[in-house]
């Protein structure tokens, strides 16, 4: 009798061992995933509520510049940052590409260069964010082929939001 309870005794505490360790090994694993889930859920929601809607344009052969206006129809502010990592395609239908971002005003933009005009009332809060309701004025320098012609414009968020339009040339 004092056998079996030795041997009792022995495979209880072998089962709370081991127990133990399946918690130990088990528990990172599962919080990891946990971590993951929640960050991968995070930047689904953040790119479902961000949007913007291009609203007017404007391109002119002597300038040599593309105007583009874009409102936050969106949810979800977007950063200054955010902005200025952007990419933008611009040029003629069929001929145009991608151009650098350059952080200066518009009247000393280089060529097959962007930048964007937030400041001078566009930001209305003043809190370097693209809000919802706000404007952004974005102006690209390249070749701008002759009045009548198309335009390709195409905004593109880091989180691969993105709008495109065609427009003439005035």
């Known amino acids: 009798m004092s056998a079996e309870t030795i041997t009792t005794a022995l495979f209880l505490i072998t089962a709370v061992v081991a127990a133990g360790v399946l918690i130990n090994a088990v528990y990172p694993i599962v919080f990891n995933?946990?971590?993951?889930?929640?960050?991968?859920?995070?930047?689904?929601d953040v790119r479902i509520r961000t949007d913007?809607?291009?609203?007017?344009?404007?391109?002119?052969?002597?300038?040599?510049?593309?105007?583009?206006?874009?409102?936050?129809?969106?949810?979800?502010?977007?950063?200054?940052?955010?902005?200025k990592r952007s990419?933008?395609?611009?040029g003629e239908v069929g001929n145009f590409d991608r151009l650098a971002y350059q952080n200066v005003t518009p009247d000393i933009l280089e060529n097959d260069k962007w930048?964007?005009?937030?400041?001078s009332g566009?930001?209305?809060n003043n809190n370097?964010?693209?809000?919802?309701?706000?404007?952004?004025?974005?102006t690209a320098k390249t070749t701008i082929p002759p009045t009548g012609s198309r335009i390709y414009f195409q905004f593109a968020t880091p989180s691969g939001i993105w709008r495109s339009n065609e427009f003439t040339v005035s």
């Open 122 to 124: 566009y930001d209305l």
């Open 33 to 44: 995933m946990a971590g993951t889930f929640s960050s991968t859920t995070h930047q689904s």
């Open 128 to 138: 370097q964010f693209w809000d919802p309701g706000e404007t952004l004025k974005v």
């Open 87 to 90: 990419d933008v395609f611009c």
């Open 52 to 83: 913007f809607k291009i609203i007017t344009t404007f391109a002119s052969t002597s300038a040599g510049t593309a105007q583009v206006w874009m409102k936050n129809t969106g949810s979800e502010p977007i950063s200054l940052d955010e902005i």
């Open 115 to 119: 930048t964007e005009t937030f400041d």
